[in-house]
């Protein structure tokens, strides 16, 4: 371009010079944000939170989506409409809920967000056998659609009694709160766990869900499948090359599957009564764990793919005998102790457990996997209340070399162990050999240890962040689906059953802040094996 022709228009004039001028320094980009997901923002949406003010809700679900508002990950058009039996005026409830965001936010809280976000939350007042509440409630949403502009878009979250599961739902399929409309909205429920007490009532519960919402609609809550190191497993396992050649029988020797907590039961008393850690623990959490370790690698990375192989694995989970169920299956419960030195109670002492109770707060068992890739390796698995810290991890035991040269060194090397730390101190450790500097030859076990803490500068979020998030986005992988969950059950229920027939052991049979009852170590020891210490 000459000076003859230079530019004549002002869009001329600016490209011209858009071209001269110096560009822009590139802010250097932040290396420890590579590769970080971006989020997504759902669309439009109203939450129905059912059980709106039980301790779930308070503890978790609210201060979730907190965290999510405060983050600019809920839609701008979002309502929450809180469903409880008591009486409270909006105000009221409000005034509560940003009580207990003050006390179980994982940040701290920020006044002006806490305003905005409780601004959108409406009480609902309702019995769940009250069929003129959820007509008030089928009104009341599309007079919140018309208002805040939420689309007919809607996830029933129940997080209520377990009891009152198939009532809610036969009541929202009743209004007909449950249909999609064609470009008109979606309908999701998320259902809290426990889901089903054993595999009859849990085949139940699916029915009755499924005569009012289509399986995709469906999102079963199992908090431990949102955990970071958890949904790491899957890009730990399927994301590098180097890990899936030795996950089998041939390099495996067995696993060890712990999740310690040492807290008792806390508040809890009344449901755990009921529930105990087979229950608690076992069925969801420990199943689920175990599932996404001996799985085998998906076709792809999404819902249905993932669950067909976690199916697959439970399935070729025999059930077990009454003999071997009486062999490999520990249950404990704690009595009087010192964690983390407080003297604390037994269970039996707790408030609201009976002074005689046989409920279990520990569960360890033996499991074989019955396919090509696992046959004769021997997954363990162990959990329970008031053991000496909160620690949960996956350990991979590798064979030993197959010839011990080293035999005769001073420390024989131990086989390699790969552990994944699930909490605290998220992070992944493998234990190899190494030569001790000096002339002779002598081996050590070294360890090379990865803590998302100090290799990433984010902060994990929440399970239930990530599950509330993917519910809202409409991904349904982290969630169990319904044969999932019924293939943990038929390995569950046999071993409830067995012990309803066996004379109870003498509990309480480990103390609080021990590793638990001396005949899980000997489950192990049988096997010529011992627990990792953690
Ligand atoms: C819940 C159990 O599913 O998980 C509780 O019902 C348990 O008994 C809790 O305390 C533990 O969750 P987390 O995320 O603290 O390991």
Redesign the pocket.
């Given at each position: 371009m000459t000076a003859k022709d230079g530019p004549r228009t002002f869009r001329e004039l600016r490209l011209a010079l858009d071209g001269r001028r110096k560009p822009k320094e590139a802010k250097p980009a932040n290396p420890l944000r590579q590769g970080l997901r971006l989020e997504r923002v759902p669309d439009p949406c109203a939450i129905v939170l059912f059980g709106a003010t039980g301790d779930l809700a308070h503890r978790k679900v609210l201060p979730a989506l907190y965290q999510l508002r405060r983050t600019n990950l809920l839609p701008h058009e979002f309502m929450l409409v809180a469903v409880g039996r008591r009486a409270y005026d909006d105000d009221a409830f409000r005034a509560e809920i940003s009580a207990s965001l003050a006390k179980y936010s994982r940040v701290p809280v920020e006044p002006a967000i806490v305003d905005e976000f409780v601004a959108r939350i409406v009480y609902h007042q309702g019995d769940f056998g009250d069929n003129e509440a959820f007509d008030r409630l089928s009104t009341r949403l599309d007079a919140i659609d018309l208002e805040h502009g939420t689309r007919g878009n809607r996830l029933f979250y129940l997080a209520a009694q377990p009891s009152a599961f198939a009532e809610v739902v036969g009541q929202l399929g009743r209004v007909g709160l449950d249909h999609e409309v064609h470009g008109g909205g979606w309908r999701r429920v998320v259902i809290e766990?426990?889901f089903g007490r054993d595999l009859d009532s849990a085949t139940r519960l699916n029915r009755e869900v499924g005569k009012v919402f289509r399986e995709k609609q469906v999102y079963r809550i199992?908090?431990?499948l949102g955990?970071e190191t958890v949904r790491n497993l899957m890009v730990f396992r399927f994301g590098n090359g180097i890990f899936e050649p030795l996950w089998n029988r041939r390099y495996v020797d067995h696993v060890q599957i712990t999740?310690a907590?040492s807290?008792g039961?806390e508040s809890?008393g009344a449901f755990?009564e009921e529930?105990g850690a087979a229950r608690?623990?076992l069925q969801?959490?420990l199943m689920q764990l175990l599932a996404l370790v001996a799985m085998e690698p998906p076709a792809a990375f999404e819902a249905e793919a993932l669950r067909d192989e976690k199916v697959k694995v439970l399935r070729a989970i025999s059930p077990m005998t009454p003999d071997e169920i009486r062999r490999d299956v520990v249950r404990g419960q704690y009595g009087p102790g010192w964690v983390a030195a407080a003297n604390v109670a037994g269970y039996r002492s707790e408030p609201h457990v009976s002074p005689e109770s046989e409920t279990e707060t520990y569960v360890a068992a033996r499991f074989t996997i019955d396919d090509w890739r696992w046959a004769g390796v021997p997954f363990y698995v162990r959990s329970g209340?008031r053991l000496p810290k909160?620690a949960?991890e996956i350990a991979i035991q590798f064979k030993h070399v197959p010839h011990r040269l080293f035999r005769d060194t001073a420390a024989e090397p131990e086989p390699n162990l790969l552990a994944m730390r699930i909490?605290p101190d998220e992070g992944i450790l493998l234990r190899f050999s190494a030569k001790v500097p000096g002339l002779g030859i002598d081996v050590r076990n070294v360890n090379m240890d990865f803590t998302y803490g100090s290799a990433f500068s984010v902060d994990s979020p929440e399970?239930y962040e990530t599950l509330i998030l993917d519910a809202l986005l409409g991904d349904a992988s982290l969630f169990t689906r319904a044969d999932e969950v019924e293939e943990a059950w038929s390995i569950v229920t046999p071993i409830l059953e067995t012990w309803i027939d066996m004379p109870a052991p003498a509990f309480p049979n480990y103390e609080a802040g021990s590793w638990g009852p001396d005949d899980a170590d000997e489950l192990m020891a049988r096997d010529g094996r011992r627990w990792r210490r953690i």
């Open positions: 766990k426990p199992d908090h431990y955990k999740v907590e807290i039961v809890r755990y529930t608690d623990f969801n959490h209340k909160r949960s909490q399970a």
